[in-house]
RNA sequence: GGGCCCAUAGCUCAGUUGGCUAGAGCGCACGACUGAUAAUCGUGAGGUCGGAAGUUCGAAUCUUCUUGGGCCCA
């Protein structure tokens, strides 16, 4: 007889389950089977009738392709959605777009180079529509990409009708309830153009103004301040807007000169005392006749140098004294941080300019002058009625119109507001109701609801959802009631806001409207919504009006920034119009930045792109890092950081590949051991997998996926890789295969690979799918379909206890086994042998583990009573001395145990007699 | 200028109510294996916790200040 090819002889692991990855052209293929199995349907109705969790889908904007930030975004949430979908919920997932607003009406006009008021609105809306459209489109397949699971077949997009008309009956509840109102708030406008300007379209360009300093004679000086011959010197480069001033702003806290000079007092900052009168050409020592705080001297009154009309003295953070005189003209209808003092002293908001630039009626002798030229003419009678103190000019950076390059300037105009003030504490009260993760996100809302101003809800621009109101013609009175929004809502429902456009006021309006002054006849109106008043009414549109979804949501989740936006202006439609918090939770994520911390930008070239990760990477690289990272605070990505994730990858990649290759021959249904006849260490391998799992599921519940990141990274690399699957090895190789201590251990690793897969399948969709297709015995079609289930073994702590002790001992022999190995008295750990001298409680460990040898890796271990002789050349560790010396005997050729035995049978002369045992099953 | 947040080994993160020589994985170095092989195993070296001051018997953990960074306002 031939002697045989014992490496035949062994039961090696086998699988087609590739150990690269090679996720960039793996992925797709794993989509496109989600494509044609129609994942999200299925799972839905595979989850209906379990308890609903809904995670409502704050919408991106539809411009651009995906950013790293919009993947983190969309992968957490998936993440959410799957782990809650296996955690047993019924977790529908309705991705969203937001469509309208500036930046749409930006791309339009530059890449097709038009001229807004040239196209007719419908056309130029239409535009707008197809471009967004597109942008859905185009952002869809990249969050596919990504691997997210959701509804993508029936996203709500803003622009939709439905949600238009939903939008629209949103506006109508909170007009109802009185919280919409009309008022004044100085916008950019430029007067060429002859319209409102948004931030974006505003340049900043290098302009010479004219820089006065004008006295306002003090009028009541509240006991504080001289009241005969003594003013208050303002500056101001636009004298133009003097005509509304109505206020002087002072620092609360600065401290202000009272100056003799030529007999009349002037007011001034006391740091910039000198240098005003300097610049009034005043010499010598000034003489300072009284100073006062900036509060002191709060509510003093002023009189208007030439309007008939009072200016109060008020104090406000935004006084500098940077330049001017610490003593701030302020006119509310032309200043943003004037109009925001003057809400807090209730100021009147004067901008006696119209739409042209020329002064209006209100101006007085100025009428009819553009407001530019009026400088000069302001200018002259301050010198002819003895208030100017001082005329110079100035060159700074003042803003321009993107279009015409014409400066541009702020001016008050009717805009429509959302009443905050009406429902603040109702605001604040829902706040506190929230749960918020991380918990200062309710102190920062908080803080910003307590002192937000009204919220400004129109804007005046087309590309929007037009504001439902109309006026009388006769009379000119508003109109929204029930009916005109009930009207105006079926008609968006069923046309879209486009019809706003297309139809005149009078087929708009529900039959036989009559206002209350008689009137018949009706304009509309033709602003549109601040489009945070679009996805902030998406509570609405969305999870109130589709059936799978439910009001308010369990859980919003954005980046921080939404504070400001999404949250805040969602927490505002939810209160007004249904008095509570449209979220029961709101979960927080930071920003990305690069490698070093800093702030991603294009211009710098730092940004990382996430379609170019897939494509160098794969999406599962992308998903992992998300959760690697401690998502709430800002996270860092780089080449390196992914560089580092792949490896991590590549380790729980290889995991499965092991634990595929040895359940090759492994029928679950036939060859599953029972429990209770596992051999102890399988048992323990289990055990650690129970607690692992019990710790993944609740790192999922808690969002905390860096704890399940952890979990199952370090049971794959410590607990199997380097010490179950490494110390069971060689008997899963050399035993017969239907042996019991294969088969236990193949039932371990069964249930181990069953069990992390689907751990793992909320953030490494695309792998555990792939995983699961080889998966022995799985039925479902996609791991997608399955739940979480009970771990297979109850925790055993102290079967956790004592395997702990014998890990402890195992990491000291291995201590010393390196040593003789760096001395070249052993190779691997198969040529050695072991004598161990433990001391009574090691020996205890010792005596307690079934298969030591194995265990530690050896060929040969004597282990020595407590306080047997120690000899020399053993190395003593905590509890133990350990002498390793070469294995006696020769290597067995098919299990490589160095033994004295090989040779035993004398048909097998060079394999050991256990193995001549086990050979019989393999060679029959 | 204001509100909120972040800062622990090269990297990503742990470090309950302040208390043993600050931990893990990866990476790195060295070594082993060649029956998980574009794999696998072992050993080891790396932080004094952004900085300063303070409270305390004792602080990465509390206080103040400060530096750098981020989001949102102004």
């Known amino acids: 007889m031939e002697k045989p090819d014992y490496s035949k002889t062994l039961n090696l692991p086998e699988t087609e389950f590739p150990m690269r990855g090679n996720l960039p052209q793996r992925e797709p293929q794993i989509q496109d089977k989600w494509n044609e199995l129609n994942i999200y349907a299925k799972v839905q109705a595979k989850q209906n009738g379990k308890p609903k969790f809904v995670l409502h889908d704050g919408p991106p904007y539809a411009n651009g392709d995906i950013h790293i930030g919009h993947a983190m975004n ?47 609105v419908t056309e130029f809306r239409q535009m707008c529509f197809d471009y967004a459209l597109d942008f859905v489109e185009r952002q869809k397949g990249q969050f596919q990409r990504l691997g997210v699971r959701g509804d993508w077949e029936n996203p709500y997009i803003t622009l939709q009708p439905r949600y238009e008309a939903a939008q629209i009956r949103v506006f109508g509840e909170m007009a109802k309830r009185g919280y919409i109102y009309k008022g004044l708030k100085p916008v950019y406008y430029c007067a060429a153009c002859e319209t409102a300007l948004a931030e974006a379209e505003v340049e900043y360009a290098d302009k010479t103004s004219p820089s006065i300093y004008v006295k306002f004679a003090v009028k009541d000086g509240k006991g504080v301040l001289p009241t005969e011959h003594t003013s208050i010197v303002i500056w101001t480069t636009t004298p133009w807007t003097l005509p509304a001033n109505v206020a002087i702003a002072l620092g609360p806290d600065f401290e202000y000169n009272l100056v003799e000079v030529n007999g009349e007092n002037l007011l001034v900052a006391k740091e910039l005392t000198a240098a005003v009168l300097k610049t009034a050409g005043i010499e010598g020592e000034p003489n300072i006749v009284g100073t006062f705080l900036g509060k002191d001297l709060e509510r003093v009154v002023a009189k208007h140098p030439f309007m008939d009309r009072e200016s109060l003295v008020i104090l406000g953070d935004h006084v500098t004294l940077e330049s001017g005189t610490g003593c701030v003209h302020t006119a509310p209808g032309h200043g943003m941080e004037d109009y925001l003092v003057g809400l807090k002293y209730d100021l009147p908001i004067l901008a006696p300019v119209d739409g042209q630039g020329k002064f209006t009626a209100d101006a007085g002798k100025y009428a009819g002058q553009f407001y530019i030229k009026a400088n000069k003419a302001i200018a002259a009678d301050l010198h002819e009625s003895g208030h100017m103190l001082a005329e110079k000019s100035l060159d700074h950076s003042y803003p321009h119109c993107w279009r015409c390059k014409n400066p541009v300037f702020f001016r008050a105009t009717e805009q429509w507001f959302g009443s ?80 706003w456009f297309e139809k005149e006021a009078h087929e708009l309006v529900p039959e036989g409207l009559t206002c209350s002054c008689g009137g018949t006849h009706f304009r509309k109106e033709s602003d549109t919504m601040d489009v945070w008043f679009d996805s902030g009414s998406s509570h609405m549109a969305v999870c109130e009006a589709r059936e799978e979804l439910h009001w308010p949501a369990d859980l919003y989740l954005e980046g921080s920034d939404q504070y400001r936006g999404w949250f805040n202006s969602s927490l505002s439609t939810g209160v ?76 729980v990649r290889n995991t499965f590949r092991y634990l595929l290759g040895n359940l090759n021959d492994f029928d679950p249904k036939t060859d599953k051991v029972a429990p209770e006849q596992l051999l102890e260490i399988d048992r323990f391998a289990l055990n650690r997998f129970t607690q692992v799992s019990d710790r993944v599921h609740n790192g999922y519940r808690k969002y905390d996926f860096h704890t399940v990141y952890v979990e199952i990274n370090n049971f794959c690399t410590v607990d ?73 073994v109850a925790f055993d702590a102290e079967l956790d206890r004592k395997w702990g002790a014998v890990l402890t001992v195992r990491d000291e022999i291995l201590k010393a086994m390196e040593v003789a190995r760096q001395e070249k008295v052993i190779g691997k750990s198969l040529t050695a042998a072991l004598d161990l001298y433990p001391n009574a409680e090691t020996l205890a460990v010792l005596h307690s583990v079934p298969r030591l040898h194995e265990v530690l ?51 097998h002369p060079t394999i050991c007699p256990v193995c001549a045992g086990n050979v019989v099953h393999f060679l029959g």
């Open 720 to 792: 199997l890789s380097s010490f179950y699957f490494d110390v069971s090895k060689d008997r899963m190789y050399t035993v017969a295969p239907s042996a019991l201590e294969r088969r236990s251990a193949q039932t371990a690793m069964y249930e181990i690979l069953v069990g992390l897969t689907k751990l793992v399948a909320p953030i490494l969709s695309h792998t555990a799918d792939e995983v699961w297709g080889y998966v022995p015995g799985a039925e479902e079609e996609s791991v997608q379909l399955t739940e979480w289930d009970d771990a297979p």
């Open 420 to 499: 905050i003030d009406k429902f603040r504490e109702q605001l604040l009260e829902q706040i506190k109701a929230v749960n918020w993760d991380p918990h200062w996100g309710e102190v920062r809302l908080h803080n910003m609801v307590a002192d937000r101003t009204d919220w400004c809800i129109s804007r005046q621009r087309k590309w929007g959802v037009p504001i439902p109101i109309f006026y009388c013609t006769d009379c000119n009175t508003e109109i929204v009631t029930d009916e005109t929004i009930d009207k105006v809502s079926n008609l968006f429902a069923e046309h879209g806001s486009q019809v």
């Open 857 to 907: 890796g050896v060929s040969q271990v004597n282990v020595h009573e407590a306080g047997a002789d120690v000899p020399g050349d053993a190395v003593a560790y905590a509890g133990l001395a350990i002498r390793v010396k070469a294995a006696a005997g020769e290597t067995c050729e098919r299990c490589r145990v160095v033994t004295t035995e090989v040779g035993t049978d004398p048909n």
């Open 74 to 120: 969309k992968i957490l949430k998936d993440i959410i959605v799957k782990s809650k979908t296996m955690d047993g919920f019924d977790a529908p997932y309705v991705p969203g777009w937001d469509t309208h607003g500036m930046p749409i009406e930006h791309a339009i006009i530059k890449s097709k180079g038009i001229n807004r008021h040239e196209v007719p």
């Open 576 to 651: 007004a119009v249904r008095g509570q918090a449209p979220y029961k939770m709101i979960l927080s994520h930071g920003f990305t930045l690069d490698g070093e911390g800093r702030k991603m930008s294009k211009s710098i070239g730092n940004t990382v792109d996430p379609l170019k990760v897939m494509n160098q990477y794969g999406a599962d690289i992308l998903r992992l890092w998300v959760a690697s990272v401690d998502f709430r605070a800002d996270t860092r990505v780089s080449d390196a950081i992914l560089k580092q994730v792949a490896e991590v990858y590549r380790k």
